[in-house]
């Protein structure tokens, strides 16, 4: 079976200052996602997950390389292109959740089927929301939500309009234990059921332990890949995802 190529990232670079001071964010990274793929992207902070993934959704200009969604090229996009491509076909789950604040939990979950003129699934925000327990949230304001609720409720948004790529931005961070495990159960469930592409940026080793592949930054450049292995136990995979990560912080 052929599986259909999405996303092609090729020689990407972000260069933030001028040229007599500048950080080099992204360095030379080419990638390929698949329809349908579970992509982890791991490394250390500032090694360029980030500004990687917000160049992927359009909402960072490159300096240069291409990046490359089911055949047509990010740079070569209309503003009416980019609009449809940014929170509609690419969804986010930020960090920082940007909800706003004098919308109610449910409203921010339909901005993006609002402003993408698309009927509101609520069955399916429904039984999201049921599933990561934030159900009793939707009619509360951001200002009355906890660091874990916010985050939940942010991913209810980016998943609930069914894209076609979610890139998710540290999405266990505000979360415990419990809730870690049940919001990446959800997240698998809608990769392997939905055959939406998933990549997504962690630190934690359980988390990037459900991704199908996993790449690792170093100064902003790729340091090395693995992929789960045909009958590998969790067990083993965290083992080797775990001794990558110890060699990119030395």
């Given at each position: 079976m052929k599986f259909k190529r999405?996303?092609?990232?090729?020689?990407?670079?972000?260069?933030?200052?001028?040229?007599?001071?500048?950080?080099t964010a992204v360095n030379d990274i080419s990638l390929d996602l698949l329809e349908g793929e579970f992509l982890g992207i791991m490394g250390m902070s500032g090694s360029g997950k980030t500004t990687l993934l917000n160049m992927i959704s359009g909402v960072v200009e490159a300096t240069n390389g291409q990046i490359n969604f089911d055949g047509k090229n990010l740079n070569k996009f209309s503003r009416k292109d980019l609009e449809k491509y940014r929170g509609n076909e690419v969804t986010n789950i930020f960090q920082d959740y940007r909800l706003i604040e004098?919308?109610?939990?449910?409203?921010n979950i339909e901005v993006p089927f609002i402003i993408h003129n698309k009927e509101i699934d609520m069955e399916n925000i429904e039984k999201l929301a049921k599933k990561l327990d934030v159900y009793d949230c939707l009619n509360m304001y951001p200002k009355e939500l906890s660091g874990g609720q916010k985050q939940r409720i942010a991913a209810i948004r980016a998943i609930s309009i069914n894209p076609k790529i979610i890139l998710a931005d540290e999405p266990t961070s505000a979360l415990d234990t419990k809730n870690s495990r049940k919001f990446?159960?959800?997240l698998k469930n809608v990769n392997e059921c939905s055959n939406i592409s998933i990549i997504m940026a962690t630190h934690d080793i359980n988390a990037a332990s459900i991704c199908s592949r996993i790449l690792f930054l170093k100064d902003g450049k790729i340091y090395n890949e693995i992929s789960k292995k045909d009958r590998e136990s969790i067990k083993?995979?965290?083992?080797?995802i775990n001794l990558v990560s110890k060699q990119i912080i030395k």
């Open positions: 999405i996303l092609v990232v090729k020689y990407l670079n972000k260069i933030y200052g001028t040229t007599n001071e500048y950080i004098n919308m109610t939990a449910l409203e990446l159960k959800v083993d995979y965290k083992q080797r």
